[in-house]
């Protein structure tokens, strides 16, 4: 059995050359865990802002780590001889870091409640691209604002990695979707079950939107006060599910003092909802797009990409052969 692997390596926090490729300890697997061989991850925002010094790194108390959540690859060790996914089944699925080595590696040790078999339908490059941002969607979406029928749900950052699932979930449980989007991306997030498109490069959304439902806010208030400018557009009482709460500080109070309900959200690893992501794409009522794949060595370029802020779906890195 192999006792070390190539990595990316933070050492310190900083730029994305600060991500290192080494050779580190394969994490061990103890209890109900699995160690599954990494074919391909996938890079997300909150690698980019842990490696930067902010996200989760204050949780990361020994240098180096090993960022990244997303994987899909093959089972090396089951948690038990009688375990219906045994070595040997492709998986995927999210590890939490930074209480578990994270996915930039070769290899990693992962609760067996968060690894679910992959669809035949996707290869790993593909599926690697799901987990995160799927479960975010799906959280949000579904689990939070219930969408349903005839509910009027406008979604920002419509065509990045979170945002093209949210698209796809809310359309498919009948949810009038607003997206919005700039315009390179405007026939195709159509063509994912947008209703209305919205391109924020020529419109001000709140100008040609009113008594939405229910907003997924993926942006905040990074950029041009998309967060606040929301509360415009929002019914009385309606809802507002944000991610990025660091952007917003004011986000509750300024909700409640306009009539509206708001509420934060943060992914879990939850294998059962996964499941659920996984036969809908393996029936095709739901896709991933992977934008650009990068091999492990390219792990810091990943990172530039993501930080460009104009990605179309998925950044995906290429861990081995499989």
């Known amino acids: 059995m192999l006792?070390?692997?190539?990595?990316?390596?933070?050492?310190?926090?900083?730029?994305?050359?600060?991500?290192?490729?080494?050779?580190?300890?394969?994490?061990?697997?103890v209890n109900a865990e699995f160690l599954v061989k990494v074919v391909a991850s996938s890079v997300n925002p909150?690698?980019?802002?842990?490696?930067?010094?902010?996200?989760?790194?204050?949780?990361?108390?020994?240098?180096?780590?090993?960022?990244?959540?997303?994987?899909?690859?093959?089972?090396?060790q089951s948690p038990y001889s009688a375990h219906p996914i045994k070595p040997g089944d492709e998986v995927f699925g999210m590890v939490m870091v930074p209480r578990f080595s994270g996915s930039y590696a070769e290899y990693v040790s992962v609760p067996s409640l968060s690894v679910v078999r992959k669809p035949s339908t996707l290869s790993h490059i593909?599926?690697?691209?799901?987990?995160?941002?799927?479960?975010?969607?799906?959280?949000?979406?579904?689990?939070?604002?219930?969408?349903?029928?005839?509910?009027?749900?406008?979604?920002?950052?419509?065509?990045?990695?979170?945002?093209?699932?949210?698209?796809?979930?809310?359309?498919?449980?009948?949810?009038?979707?607003?997206?919005?989007?700039?315009?390179?991306?405007?026939?195709?997030?159509?063509?994912?079950?947008?209703?209305?498109?919205?391109?924020y490069t020529t419109t001000r959304f709140e100008n040609v939107v009113r008594d939405v439902d229910v907003v997924i806010d993926l942006v905040g208030n990074v950029h041009d006060d998309t967060g606040t400018r929301s509360l415009k557009v929002v019914r009385p009482g309606g809802l507002i599910v944000n991610a990025p709460t660091g952007s917003w500080p004011t986000f509750q109070e300024d909700v409640a003092a306009a009539g509206m309900r708001g509420t934060d959200f943060k992914v879990a690893p939850d294998g059962n909802a996964l499941a659920v992501i996984a036969r809908l794409l393996e029936s095709g009522n739901v896709k991933v797009h992977v934008q650009q794949i990068f091999a492990l060595d390219e792990i810091a370029d990943a990172h530039r990409a993501i930080e460009s802020g104009h990605t179309r779906g998925k950044i995906v890195v290429k861990v081995a052969e499989g």
């Open 3 to 29: 006792t070390t692997m190539r990595a990316a390596l933070l050492r310190r926090p900083g730029t994305p050359d600060e991500l290192e490729i080494a050779e580190t300890a394969v994490p061990d697997r």
């Open 46 to 76: 909150i690698d980019a802002k842990t490696r930067a010094g902010r996200g989760v790194f204050g949780a990361i108390h020994t240098l180096p780590a090993v960022l990244g959540h997303d994987f899909s690859g093959v089972v090396v």
């Open 126 to 199: 593909e599926a690697a691209g799901v987990p995160l941002a799927a479960l975010t969607a799906w959280g949000m979406v579904v689990e939070v604002a219930k969408a349903h029928e005839g509910q009027r749900m406008l979604i920002h950052a419509g065509s990045g990695g979170v945002g093209h699932f949210a698209v796809q979930f809310a359309s498919y449980f009948g949810a009038h979707v607003i997206a919005t989007t700039s315009t390179p991306n405007l026939t195709w997030l159509r063509s994912l079950g947008a209703t209305e498109l919205i391109d």
